[in-house]
């Protein structure tokens, strides 16, 4: 996956660190962070004109239009001077990390299906990450593991619009009497894609919002008085 987003945040990071207010606009367009940032820039600007192609048709325009900014991008890193004493810390880290990355950074180009950087990817996966500290108070190595088993099978449904309430009961109420089998062919039945699947969820979801229609649900029920709560014994 590529990593161009992290990439290009490393050189915001150093730019917000330099007091540009101070340097008159020629200095400020000197700086390497500027330099580095307005090619980034255009190397996103041509990629995303070629979104709405199909991954063929993407991989041959990218080499042609989008493979020529990036040698120019590695051209300009590869000939910074990282022992300069006037550039920043934090530069020097990006350029570092420019350098160490290139074979990913580049890997967008073979493959009309990788996108520019991942930043869709880690979106769908940022509810699992927030996950991680809680992850500490699992029992045991096999309990996290199953937790994280669960939040991809949550993941993978919400990736594909499926409902993640009733795909989980639709695999619970389905796999239990499939699991004995020894052909595994039945899975791509429990797929959230599978036409199986789809025909379950609009099945109950319609019977769900048939019950909805029918009940009264403007009536907050009231809580029991403490004289009239049954006691069980």
């Not at 050189?11 to 400020?28: A, C, D, K, P, R």
């Not at 192609?53 to 001077?81: G, H």
């Not at 020097?92 to 991942?118: C, M, S, T, W």
């Amino acid at each position: 996956m590529s990593n161009n987003a992290h990439l290009r945040r490393r050189f915001v990071e150093s730019l917000i660190l330099i007091n540009t207010g101070s340097m008159s606009e020629e200095q400020v367009n000197e700086l390497t962070e500027v330099i580095v940032l307005k090619m980034i820039g255009e190397i996103y600007d041509a990629d995303e004109a070629l979104k709405n192609l199909s991954a063929e048709e993407r991989k041959e325009r990218r080499n042609k239009e989008v493979r020529p900014l990036m040698e120019k991008f590695y051209d300009y890193i590869e000939e910074l001077d990282v022992s300069d004493p006037l550039m920043t810390n934090r530069c020097k880290d990006a350029v570092g990390y420019a350098l160490r990355q290139k074979e990913f950074i580049f890997r967008f180009l073979d493959d009309g299906h990788i996108p520019l950087d991942n930043g869709y990817a880690e979106r769908c996966i940022k509810s699992v990450a927030l996950l991680r500290k809680a992850s500490l108070f699992c029992y045991s190595v096999q309990g996290a593991e199953d937790s994280m088993i669960v939040h991809s099978i949550v993941e993978t449904a919400r990736a594909n619009k499926a409902n993640t309430y009733w795909y989980l009961r639709y695999l619970f109420e389905t796999l239990p009497e499939k699991l004995n089998k020894t052909d595994r062919s039945f899975l791509k039945e429990m797929m959230p894609w599978s036409e199986e699947y789809k025909a379950y969820e609009e099945t109950h979801k319609h019977k769900a919002e048939s019950y909805l229609e029918y009940a009264d649900m403007s009536v907050k029920p009231k809580t029991p008085r403490k004289k009239d709560r049954v006691t069980v014994a």
